[in-house]
Antibody, heavy 119, light 106 residues
C-alpha cells in the first residue's frame, strides 16, 4: 500500500524558512522512473506545482519560486524534504507531496496535505 | 502552459451527465490528467493521458481530447461527485493545473 504523509510547522513567521518533510511508504524512490513532487493550494484556490525530485536525484523547480526552494531526498529514510526561504503571508497554503511513477505521468498518490499559515 | 477550465461552477442533479472542458494555451499532445478533490480531501486521480482509465475509479468517469482541447465526462452523476475537478498537464515544466471546476449537487 502506497502512502505519503507531509509534516512540518503549522505556523511560520514572515521571512522565516519553511521545512516540510514528505515521508512515504510502499515504494522506493530509488526505482527507475519514480519521482515525488510538491504542490501547494492556497485556501479556496487552485493547485500550484512547486518542485520535483527524481529517482536519479534530478531536481526541478517552479521558475517563479526557484530562488527560494530546495528539494532533497533521503532514500534510506524514505523521505523528501522541501525548504522554502523568506516566507510571506501569500505562501499560506496546504502543501502536498505526491508520487509519479514515471516522468510525465500523473500524480497517482497524494499525501493528506499540511496547512501552513504565514503570520 | 496555461490551462483554462470551463465552467468554473455548475449546479447539477443526480444522474445527470456532466461535461467539463480544459483548454491548453499550446499543444500538449495527450499529457493531460484529471483529478477530483472532495471537500477537505486531497486530489484523487480520475483519468490520465487524456483518456486512460484508472483502476478503482468508477466507470462513469471518462476523458477525451488531444492537442489543446480536452473533456472530462461524468455519466450519471452521484452525490459523492460534489467536488472540485482539476486538469493537469505534464507536457513540459513547469507542470500546471487548471483553475478548477466546482460541481454542486442540487
Amino acid at each position: 500500500q502506497v502512502t505519503l504523509r507531509e509534516s512540518g510547522p503549522a505556523l511560520v513567521k514572515p521571512t522565516q524558512t519553511l521545512t516540510l518533510i514528505c515521508t512515504f511508504s510502499g515504494f522506493s524512490l530509488s526505482t527507475r522512473g519514480m519521482c515525488i513532487s510538491w504542490i501547494r493550494q492556497p485556501p479556496g484556490k487552485a493547485l500550484e506545482w512547486l518542485a520535483r525530485i527524481d529517482w536519479d536525484d534530478d531536481k526541478f523547480y517552479s521558475a517563479s519560486l526557484k530562488t527560494r526552494l530546495t528539494i532533497s531526498k533521503d532514500t534510506s529514510k524514505n523521505q523528501v524534504v522541501l525548504t522554502m526561504t523568506n516566507m510571506d503571508p501569500v505562501d499560506t497554503a496546504t502543501y502536498y507531496c505526491a508520487r509519479i511513477q514515471s516522468v510525465g505521468d500523473a500524480f497517482d498518490n497524494w499525501g493528506q496535505g499540511t496547512l501552513v499559515t504565514v503570520s | 502552459i496555461v490551462l483554462t477550465q470551463s465552467p468554473d461552477f455548475q449546479s447539477v442533479t443526480p444522474k445527470e451527465k456532466v461535461t467539463i472542458t480544459c483548454r491548453a494555451s499550446q499543444s500538449i499532445s495527450r499529457s493531460l490528467h484529471w483529478y477530483r478533490q472532495k471537500p477537505d480531501q486531497s486530489p484523487e486521480l480520475l483519468i490520465k493521458y487524456a483518456s486512460q482509465s484508472i483502476s478503482g475509479v468508477p466507470s462513469r468517469f471518462s476523458g477525451s481530447g488531444s492537442g489543446t482541447d480536452f473533456t472530462l465526462t461524468i455519466n450519471s452523476l452521484e452525490a459523492e461527485d460534489a467536488a472540485v475537478y482539476f486538469c493537469h498537464q505534464t507536457n513540459g515544466l513547469p507542470e500546471t493545473f487548471g483553475q478548477g471546476t466546482k460541481l454542486e449537487i442540487k
